[in-house]
């Protein structure tokens, strides 16, 4: 296992992983520091019930390695991180001593790593950890915090949406009467909605959470559809914004979008996927580069005087920058947009670098 382990951090770039057991709280837990060159790993803390071990391993993997390159194109001085805590989301009894002993494993890594909020987390888990250990963002604002970084990702989301739209609709450049499929309506996608109803966008949603689909269809309109059949709604743009890998050899026989662009984490398989998404003349939004806008949030917190909301606004509006400046790039290049977006992440990193040895 170590050998492998070895050899999976060397392919892609990592400096770093550690792998935390307590039984005595049910603690298991992986984390990732991908790159620090720009400062320490920053990314939050996903809980889930894995299927098993190397599961968890492979997302803390590849989640920590797109921190780094989401954090780098975001213009902010943080390194790539994730930890993945293999429990179930839903648990009750013994959450506040798992989470306390969770920031105990953070203060062994001194620093390297800093966690936040992420799938299957809250706020007060945070705050479980922060009454132990410092290296630990997305507190309650009530104490200085800059709170769930949810509503920052969605709008980061929307604004790259902006961007999407103005270079593959031409003609209409515009949200206002585009048909978009948002894939998962929980924190993120919820308030993704709130923003596409305000454009005057038309909705349609699955989850699996049955009072999500609810408020969507009451409060906002959206339709309804299963989990299942949102690949086959006729769109303009497909907005995964639930668990990764959802856009595939199978799935993308189904859609009909125009733009890919939502706020899930790792949503290509792999490279093999190119191909396809190109010659369907699908646009597809990095994901890494799109939905920056909890980052950006969290790592205001560590700012002199705490998070300033004018800041985390100005910062966030950024993302349709930058996702311009990636659809432009690949243009230009004329290489896939996850592969620029990849490598101008890189190059800002070997900037630092070469500063660094002078």
């Given amino acids: 296992m170590s050998q492998s382990v070895l050899q999976h951090c060397s392919a892609r770039g990592h400096e770093q992983v550690a792998f935390f057991n307590y039984p005595d709280v049910g603690l298991k837990l992986i ?28 997302d803390v993997m590849r989640l920590s390695e797109g921190m780094t390159y989401k954090s780098s194109l975001a213009g902010l001085d943080l390194g790539g991180g994730k930890s993945c805590l293999i429990a179930d989301p839903h648990m009750k009894e013994g959450r ?33 950890i922060r009454s132990v250990s410092k290296h630990v963002v997305g507190t309650d604002p009530k104490q200085g915090g800059a709170g769930d970084p949810s ?8 604004h790259a949406m902006r961007a999407a739209v ?46 999500a689909l609810d408020e969507a269809s009451k409060k906002f309109g959206a339709t309804v559809v299963t989990t299942d059949a949102i690949y086959d709604q006729p769109c303009d743009i497909f907005a995964p914004c639930a668990i990764g890998q959802t856009v595939n050899g199978d799935t ?24 396809e998404i190109t010659e369907r003349e699908i646009l597809y939004c990095p994901d ?48 896939f947009t996850e592969e620029v977006a990849v490598e101008l992440a890189k190059e800002r ?10």
């Fill in 166 to 211: 103005e270079r593959r609709f031409a003609a209409e450049p515009t949200l206002k009467g585009k048909r978009v499929s948002i894939q998962g309506v929980g924190h993120v996608g919820m308030y993704l909605l709130e923003h596409l109803t305000k454009a005057e966008a038309l909705v349609t949603v699955c989850d699996t959470n049955a009072t």
């Fill in 151 to 158: 509503p920052w990702t969605a709008l980061g989301v929307f």
């Fill in 252 to 275: 993308l026989k189904r859609l009909s979008c125009k733009v890919i662009a939502g706020a899930a984490n790792n949503q290509l398989p792999d490279r093999s996927v190119y191909g």
């Fill in 349 to 358: 990193i070997a900037d630092a670098k070469r500063r660094t040895k002078r």
């Fill in 96 to 128: 506040e001593e798992l989470f306390k002993k969770f920031g105990e494993c953070l203060n062994h890594l001194a620093g390297r790593y800093i966690t936040a909020e992420d799938m299957g987390t809250s706020v007060s888990d945070i705050m479980w």
């Fill in 31 to 58: 984390v990732g520091i991908h790159d620090t060159t720009l400062g320490p790993a920053l990314g939050g803390c996903r809980m889930r019930a894995y299927d098993n071990e190397a599961q968890a391993l492979e």
């Fill in 288 to 335: 890494f580069a799109i939905n920056s806008g909890g980052v950006i949030c969290v790592a205001a917190e560590r700012m002199e005087g705490g998070p300033k909301r004018d800041w985390i606004e100005k910062k966030v509006a950024g993302v349709y920058d930058t996702t311009a400046r990636v659809l432009d790039e690949s243009k230009r290049r004329g290489r």
